[in-house]
């Protein structure tokens, strides 16, 4: 496997700046292993898959 795949991605700092949860449009912060952005109001987390934020509250995952 290569390195490259097991690699996140980073997202750009203009690009968290941007992006809101589009459930309660809050803020949203990014996971400590980059690979999902948490909304702390709904307690729900979207995650990132080939370096695309998925924003669609049906695929956001529910944190307990």
Known sequence: MD??????MTI???????LACPKCKGDICLTE???GLICDSCRLMYKI??????MLIDEAVKLT
């Open 12 to 18: 750009s700092k203009e690009l968290l700046n941007i």
């Open 33 to 35: 292993d980059e690979k």
């Open 49 to 54: 898959e080939d370096d695309i934020p998925i």
């Open 3 to 8: 390195e490259e795949e097991n690699k996140p």
